[in-house]
């Protein structure tokens, strides 16, 4: 047998991410490899960090793209940032929250959970209490936007509450960098990640990350070696700082941020805060066609991302059955419900270029369709 050529099928993406990656981005991605050490793909990655301090907001030196999805952004702020014996606060209120616990404990961090039930935002009351009661905490963790509910917390509180008590905090912005209104200096946060297949549209496999003066002082601070070499951020900034004179550390996935960098021109073009609109109108869009069919949401609206939108799978309708028939009759991808919403909830993403009144009405037609 031989195998042949890949070619996928091309489909609509309206699920928790990857989203639909634009023709744009993808032909930034088919142009050709250069070293990466080349002084045009130097230049290149000082844009990708320009553009990158646009999208969050930041003035921050220390902001770049980790070589690896969003997951690797997570784990290299816990990294970093937790030495053992420190105490971290992590509010969990769906999936990542537990991913933040298991990389506290990992870095040998003690994890204080404060829980609040999915579909609901994080409780600055219960953060406030358990920083009461844990004095000696350093850090505080928190996802603003749970792409497992579809979920907003308050970032600009919980935040101020963390310094309030002397903690720096950590934010999983994977889901809201440029779907929704995210302000790292503003907000004073600290340490944040991000990825590039949500809401930036590039295809996955990069994180942005960004470190204010405060975190990166801990991290200098530190008493003890970073425990993974290849995110340990002293280095990591050996490649990506430091004007024209980079050191070695990995070959940085050439073409990937070919692709990122693409995806944030587009960005800077339409403006952060156009983007933020958009991706809101094309929710509300959304909505009045689901709740026409008697589709209700998990989150109340106040606390909603426009560009995850977790909605009640109607009775006696069977959940795969109906994924598998959009994915194969319209080429059409909707996310499942995870954990406890398993069988429950549709996740159905508005990310990035996805979110358009084209895709809105195809989904509901599509659905209608197969309902
Ligand atoms: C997708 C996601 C991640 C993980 O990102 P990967 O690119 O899948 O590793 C982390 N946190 C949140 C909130 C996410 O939505």
Request: hydrophobic fraction near 40%; glycine fraction near 10%; charge should be negative.
């Amino acid at each position: 047998m031989t195998i042949t050529s890949f070619h996928p099928p091309r489909r609509t993406l309206m699920g928790p991410g990857p989203s639909d990656v634009s023709e744009r981005v993808l032909q930034a991605m088919a142009r050709p490899t250069v070293g990466h050490m080349d002084p045009t793909f130097i230049g290149m990655m000082d844009e990708v960090k320009t553009l990158l301090q646009y999208a969050f907001q930041t003035k921050n030196e220390l902001t770049f793209a980790v070589s690896a999805p969003g997951s690797a952004g997570m784990e290299c702020c816990f990294a970093n940032l937790v030495e053992p014996g420190d105490k971290v606060i992590v509010c969990q209120n769906g999936v990542f929250g537990g991913r933040m616990q298991e990389n506290v404990e990992r870095c040998g961090g003690i994890a204080v959970m404060v829980y609040d039930d999915w579909g609901t935002v994080v409780d600055p009351q219960k953060l406030e209490a358990a920083l009461l009661e844990n004095p000696d905490a350093v850090l505080v963790a928190f996802v603003h936007a749970e792409t497992s509910t579809g979920a907003q917390s308050d970032a600009k509180t919980l935040v101020a509450l963390a310094h309030k008590y002397d903690c720096l905090a950590i934010v999983d912005a994977v889901t809201s960098l440029t779907g929704s209104p995210l302000l790292v200096d503003e907000w004073e946060i600290d340490a944040i990640y991000s990825g590039s297949q949500k809401c930036l549209s590039a295809p996955p496999g990069l994180s942005p990350v960004s470190f204010n003066a405060r975190a990166a002082e801990k991290i200098q601070q530190r008493s003890t070696k970073v425990q993974s070499w290849f995110l340990d951020l002293n280095l990591v900034m050996g490649y990506w700082g430091g004007e024209g004179k980079r050191a070695y550390h990995h070959t940085a996935p050439v073409n990937c941020l070919y692709g990122l960098h693409e995806s944030l021109v587009i960005v800077q073009d339409e403006g952060l805060g156009n983007s933020w609109a958009r991706h809101q109108q094309n929710h509300l869009a959304l909505r009045a066609g689901l709740e026409e069919m008697g589709i209700g949401f998990l989150v109340p609206e106040q606390d909603r991302l426009p560009q995850l939108n977790t909605v009640y799978i109607p009775d006696g309708v069977d959940d795969a059955l109906v994924r598998s028939r959009l994915l194969n009759e319209f080429d059409l991808e909707i996310g499942a419900g995870l954990g406890a919403l398993a069988g429950k909830v549709w996740r159905i993403g508005l990310m990035g270029h996805a979110s358009n009144q084209k895709n809105v009405d195809f989904c509901l037609n599509s659905l209608r369709a197969v309902l």
